[in-house]
């Protein structure tokens, strides 16, 4: 067992084991002197002025009288009496106390002189002191208290030292009574679980000595805390230690007691005498504190035992734990935690205020645990120092250490202030910057409500107006950009269109350079025909070949000089053009509606006739072929001029012949050479025509009249005929123009859909009115204009009149016959020629319609077979199904003539026109037509089928040409 520091070295060496002992220590070298002097003159506490303990223990070692073999003690005090040694079979352990006594070495006398009747000196001369008994069960407390028979206790001597016996004191004291206190008021109380009753009262009555209960709680007075004093505590008085001892003694009694196994009549409540002594002021409080053992120890097995020990412990658990708060110098003290501790906690606090804690033990070694607990308990109590004026001055360290501390947070603080202050000075400075910012602003503002309210409307004006400005401007600007980005795209889009219209163009020319080379194909193949079948056909070949150079003369760049226009103020030489439009118109007519192919060749063969006769007459050879042919074909057609010769003599015998053998107007000198004519004899016009018309004879004698015209051997009257003539025919063919230009979209559109364009369609026309002109309905128009040329009348009026008349015969044949327009599919390699227009009953069949189409294609005849256009199929008309197919049937190409179309699809593929599928007609914008004038030479050349849909101002130009109409 480690040793128990000697409370001897206190003062010497830290020997506490306290926590808190070094706060202790710190002012060992101030304590001040003990107010109230040991009544231990072996006592080793020394008094300093400034700090003591407060607590003095003394341990009180019982004995066993009664005991015949007494236990060995486990117990010993040191030779210095302060020191008790706790011995036991494995070692010892030493307790330092204020003071040690064993009872069998001392009794109650002897022990009350030596450490209890110096502090009640001191009560008797006004101090405090507080007088407690401490131990477990039955180790001597109550019998130290109360004493026993045989010896009387601390109450008793207390009471007895304070109230005295009478006894006067010695002379030596300066004859002054010790007794001079004369009474003293005694409270007794109880505090018996935690409750607060008062032994001095009762229910049942007062007073001492009068009919006090025996025992039991029924009759106490429980009392209330009141601060630090019990509230309406019983108190006796008196001047007699005696009686009031006994007093004492009586009513302790009735304190709670009950047998355990180490007491017989063990305290369970704590009991508290308390002494006043008012004279003094002195107050002496004694405590007989019930048994700290534990419950086990006790013997409790009850629950009611249990707690009642439970509750005896708390007030000794709060003691203890107040002792031990006071010794380590704790800011609070558990003085709340019980009833006790609260009535004792003037005891402790005030300074006037003595603790005498006698520790009890026993010797007897099966209590040498609960001794051991007692005595650290009371060195524990011991451990307290109290300061010169207050319990806690010994937290002035603690209050330095507090002050450093609180000056390094001043310090801080400080610091914090000294920013805080910065940062205002720079907030201030920035509100200053803010003010004047906002002064500024508010100035600005205020210049500006003066600008717009003084100054008037001056200044907002030029305000506005520069606003205004900046803005037009801007807008300037935008627009200058963006006229710049138009003008760009329109420059480029021109461009673009320029090139187009580059690359059309040349495309165009490709094109006219293959169909002029096509025509002049055609022309050689014309020539050979007309050569394998000269003898066959005759003069038909002779035609043919002449046509063809027809054609060909076309395409030659014409002269200058070369007169093509329509224009009737022309002179006799030019007049030579209109008529042969009307040789042409006269070459159409067929009694049976069909261009009658021979009849056409031999009336041209008449045309060739006369102009090669004349022109050679009066401009010469080379004059009159430069007009018709190219210069350079002139040379080529003199090789075969001596066949011209006999075809021109031929023309000029049938001439004769027709002259000659009828009673046409038209007089020809048949002794006459054959550039010679007799003017005709208008008496007898209508005869010689009609007789003409009767003959079935092809020619007209119009065209008599046109060569007689043309080479300026008639006379006045005759010319003027010959012009009005002319006039006739040209409003027919222009009035067909016109109808073929008015056509209705549906038909019109049905040719371009085909690919038909460059149909000659328009020649159809010109056919038409020629053939109208021909037949015996015509008789009366042409006499009408027979007549009228005789009367006089002017040319407008002659002109206004068969344009007039000239076209409702029409109608009425068209009733019992109609027109067939013949041509060619049209196909990649081929453009869809146009043959011819037949005219036929309304009953025929395809089958008589092929008659006349082989009978009219002659030597290009070739297998092909009908299309029906508009046919959903598309399939050709078989040959079986021709002769139950009527030709009205086909479709309707003019609404107008009731004209159909015959579309014929080649059988043996071969290409029936070299002309390329478009045209440069057709790919050209009709605008671009119109606007192109004069037409270049080029545009003259092209065949007279390439004028179909073009506008009627550039179709007029292109028809007008006289080469081109035929083909
Ligand atoms: N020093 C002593 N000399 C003679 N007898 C004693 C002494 N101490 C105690 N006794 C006797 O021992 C018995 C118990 O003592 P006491 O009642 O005083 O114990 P206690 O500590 O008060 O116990 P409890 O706490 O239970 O009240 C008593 O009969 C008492 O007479």
């Not at 011995?87 to 204020?98: E, K, N, V």
């Not at 710049?484 to 090139?499: G, K, S, T």
Request: proline share 5%; with cysteine.
């Amino acid at each position: 067992m480690a040793p128990t520091p000697s409370s001897s070295k206190l003062n010497q060496t830290p020997s506490i084991k306290t926590p808190q002992s070094k706060y202790r220590l710190n002012f060992t070298s101030a304590r001040t002197p003990n107010p109230f002097p040991s009544p231990n003159p072996n006592s080793t506490v020394k008094e300093t002025p400034q700090a003591y303990h407060p607590i003095e223990v003394i341990g009180r070692i019982r004995d066993y009288p009664d005991r015949k073999e007494k236990p060995n003690s486990i117990l010993q005090a040191n030779p210095d009496s302060q020191t008790l040694r706790v011995r036991a079979d494995i070692g010892y352990r030493d307790f330092t106390l204020d003071g040690i006594s064993f009872s069998e070495e001392e009794d109650l006398d002897a022990f009350y002189k030596k450490f209890v009747e110096s502090r009640i000196n001191g009560v008797k001369l006004g101090n405090k002191c507080t007088i407690m008994m401490y131990g477990p069960t039955g180790s001597g407390k109550s019998h130290t208290m109360f004493g026993c028979s045989k010896q009387a206790g601390i109450v008793y001597r207390s009471l007895k030292d304070i109230l005295g016996e009478g006894e006067e004191e010695s002379e030596g004291n300066g004859g002054k009574k010790l007794g001079m206190v004369t009474f003293v008021q005694v409270t007794v109380l109880e505090i018996y679980n935690e409750e607060i009753y008062d032994l001095l009262s009762s229910s049942g009555g007062g007073g001492f000595g009068i009919g006090w209960p025996k025992g039991g709680n029924g009759s106490k007075v429980r009392l209330e805390v009141m601060g630090k004093k019990a509230k309406n505590a019983t108190f006796i008085s008196g001047t007699e230690a005696g009686k009031i001892s006994k007093e004492i003694q009586i009513v302790e009694k009735r304190r709670i007691v009950k047998s355990t196994l180490c007491n017989d009549r063990s305290s369970r409540s704590h009991c508290m005498i308390i002494l006043d002594v008012p004279t003094v002021g002195g107050r002496l409080m004694l405590v007989d504190m019930a048994g700290s053992e534990n419950i086990e120890q006790a013997g409790q097995n009850t629950f009611e035992a249990k707690m009642q020990t439970a509750k005896i412990n708390q007030g000794n658990v709060a003691l203890k734990r107040v002792v031990e708060s006071i010794a380590n110098g704790d800011s609070h003290v558990p003085f709340r935690d019980s009833k006790l501790t609260m009535l004792l906690q003037d005891s402790f606090e005030d300074d006037k205020s003595k603790i005498l804690m006698i520790l009890c033990a026993s010797p007897d070694p099966k209590e040498i645990h609960k001794t051991i607990c007692t005595l650290e308990y009371g060195a524990k109590a011991k451990c307290i120092i109290r300061g010169p004026h207050t319990p806690n001055k010994d937290k002035i360290g603690a209050d330095d250490s507090s002050a450093v501390l609180l000056g390094s947070k001043i310090a801080a603080m400080d610091q914090f202030i000294y920013k805080l202050k910065m940062e205002n000075k720079q907030r201030e400075k920035e509100r200053n910057e803010a003010h004047k910012l906002l002064k500024k602003k508010e100035e600005e503002v205020a210049a500006l409500r003066a600008l717009i309210e003084g100054k008037g409307s001056a200044a907002s004006e030029e305000e506005i107006n520069l606003k205004v400005n900046e803005c037009t401007g801007m807008m300037k600007l935008e627009l200058e950009k963006k006229l710049d980005e138009c003008q760009r795209m329109a420059e480029e889009f021109v461009e673009l269109e320029r090139r187009r219209m580059e690359e059309r163009i040349l495309q165009q020319q490709q094109e006219v350079e293959m169909l002029r080379k096509r025509l002049e194909e055609i022309e050689l193949e014309l020539c050979h025909s007309r050569d394998e079948k000269s003898q066959e056909n005759g003069s038909r070949d002779m035609d043919v070949s002449s046509f063809a150079r027809r054609l060909l003369g076309v395409y030659v760049d014409e002269e200058p000089d070369m007169v093509k226009s329509m224009d009737l103020d022309m002179g006799d030489q030019e007049t030579f053009v209109p008529n042969m439009k009307c040789i042409d118109a006269i070459k159409k007519s067929d009694h049976i509606g069909i261009q009658g192919l021979a009849n056409y060749q031999h009336l041209n063969n008449l045309n060739q006739v006369a102009d090669h006769d004349v022109l050679v007459e009066k401009y010469g050879s080379k004059l009159s072929l430069s007009t018709l042919y190219e210069e350079e074909e002139a040379e080529e057609e003199e090789d075969k001029e001596k066949v011209e010769d006999e075809e021109v003599e031929k023309g000029v015998i049938e001439v004769k012949r027709i002259v000659g053998g009828s009673t046409s107007g038209i007089n020809f000198d048949a002794g006459s050479s054959p550039q010679k004519f007799e003017a005709p004899n208008p008496s007898r016009g209508h005869l010689e025509q009609e007789s003409y018309l009767k003959d079935g004879s092809e020619e007209s004698c119009l065209s008599s009249v046109l060569l007689q015209n043309e080479f300026g051997n008639v006379d006045a009257a005759s010319s003027r005929r010959l012009r009005i003539q002319n006039i006739f025919t040209l409003c027919g063919n222009h009035r067909e123009l016109s109808q073929q230009i008015r056509m209705p979209t549906p038909a019109k559109k049905m040719f371009e859909d085909s690919d038909s364009h460059s149909t000659p369609f328009i020649g159809h026309g010109v056919e038409e009115c020629v053939m109208k002109s021909s037949d015996k309905e015509n008789l009366p128009l042409q006499k009408d204009v027979a007549a009228l040329l005789d009367s006089g009348k002017n040319l407008s009026d002659t002109m206004a009149l068969a344009s007039k008349e000239n076209y409702n015969p029409l109608k009425e044949h068209c009733d019992a016959q109609i027109d067939v327009h013949v041509k060619w599919e049209a196909s990649k390699r081929n453009n869809g020629k146009f043959i011819t227009t037949l005219k036929v009953v309304k009953d025929a069949t395809l089958s008589d319609l092929r008659k006349l189409i082989e009978i009219h294609l002659g030597a290009d005849n070739r297998e092909f077979s009908f299309l029906v256009l508009g046919d959903p199929t598309g399939e050709p008309v078989t040959r079986e199904k021709e002769s139950t197919v009527q030709a009205i049937k086909l479709p309707i190409c003019n609404n107008q003539s009731h004209g159909y179309l015959a579309c014929l699809r080649p059988l043996n593929h071969l290409p029936l026109s070299p002309l390329p599928a478009t045209s440069l007609e057709n790919k050209l914008p009709l605008s671009q037509l119109e606007n192109k004038l004069p037409l270049t030479a080029l545009e003259n050349k092209l065949p007279f089928t390439q004028c179909d849909g073009l506008s009627p101002k550039l179709a007029q130009r292109l028809s007008s040409t006289p080469f081109m109409r035929k083909y």
